[in-house]
Structure formats: structure tokens, C-alpha cells
């Protein structure tokens, strides 16, 4: 790919070049430049990143830069980034597991469990006090108006 800043023209195959007789050695002699891709900035969960159509000059080079947009938040964000969260803390297979443990236990009856029920009775309330923790913070930003636009931040799940 070579671009023209005098002109704007960028070819973008090597086929248009050569057909104008360029190539990476002799593409500056004409006024062409070989532009580089910035790397892809890191994104909030509400934007996105596209990149420009035209490099433009940074430092000696081209660049083709990316331009970051976002979005309004809505309570679909915030949901979607609690669900998210709760699935780092437990993945819908874990979910089901303690599920279908706490059932089993609360069948046996808790005079009934032994030491090793009784721990892991504790870990998985744990997981889900955790979860709960994401859950209300989720219901707590869902009734902002506006919803910040850094409700993703940990900042904003804490208990």
C-alpha cells in the first residue's frame, strides 16, 4: 500500500503501483509513502474503534490512526457487563454444579452433612454472596439517569 499526502491518492494494491511504475524502493522518490497501522487502542465495553480511511503524518511517518467512538450507555451494558462478571466469578457450568449441590444437601438435611459437605456448602455461598454483590451494583447503575459512562469500572462494583 502507498499513499500520496499531496494528492490524498492511496493505492491500496500492489498491482495500482506497479501500473504506475512504484515500488518500496522507489515509492518516496515519487512522493509515496508506505503507511502503518497504530496499534488498536484499548476500548471501554461502550465504544469502538474504526479504523480512518486516510493515514495521516505522526512524527516521520504515515499512519492509518483509529477513531474512537462511544456510545451512550444503556441498561443493556450494564447488564451485559455484570453478566460478565458474575461469569469470571462462576461460569454458568458452576452455576448449575452449586446449584445442584445445594439441592442435594438441602434434601440430606444440614444434621446430615459431613465436614466435606459443610465446606463446600461454604465455598459456594461465598460464590454467590459475591455474585450478589455484582447483581445489586448492576440494579444500583441500571437507576442512574444518566448512566455514567464508566459504569464498567471496578470502582463501580464494589459493595
Not at 451494558?77 to 454458568?92: G, Q
Not at 449441590?101 to 465436614?115: M, P
Amino acid at each position: 500500500m502507498f499513499y500520496n499526502p499531496n494528492t490524498s491518492t492511496l493505492y491500496r494494491t500492489g498491482r495500482e503501483a506497479r501500473r504506475e511504475g512504484m515500488n518500496a524502493e522507489n515509492c518516496e522518490a515519487q512522493g509515496f509513502f508506505v503507511p502503518t497501522t497504530a496499534a488498536k487502542p484499548d476500548l471501554a465495553p461502550n465504544q469502538s474503534a474504526t479504523l480512518d480511511a486516510v493515514p495521516t503524518l505522526t512524527g516521520a511517518d504515515y499512519v492509518f490512526a483509529w477513531t474512537v467512538t462511544a456510545t451512550t450507555p444503556t441498561v443493556a451494558h450494564v447488564r451485559a457487563e455484570a453478566a460478565r462478571r458474575i461469569l469470571a466469578i462462576a461460569p454458568e457450568w458452576k452455576q448449575r454444579n452449586l446449584t445442584a449441590q445445594a439441592a442435594i444437601l438441602a434434601e440430606k438435611g444440614r444434621d446430615n452433612w459431613t465436614a466435606a459437605e459443610e465446606a463446600a456448602w461454604t465455598a459456594g455461598s461465598a460464590i454467590w454472596a459475591s455474585v450478589a454483590v455484582i447483581r445489586t451494583a448492576s440494579d444500583v447503575i441500571e437507576a442512574l439517569d444518566p448512566i455514567p459512562n464508566d459504569y464498567w469500572l471496578d470502582s463501580r462494583w464494589t459493595a
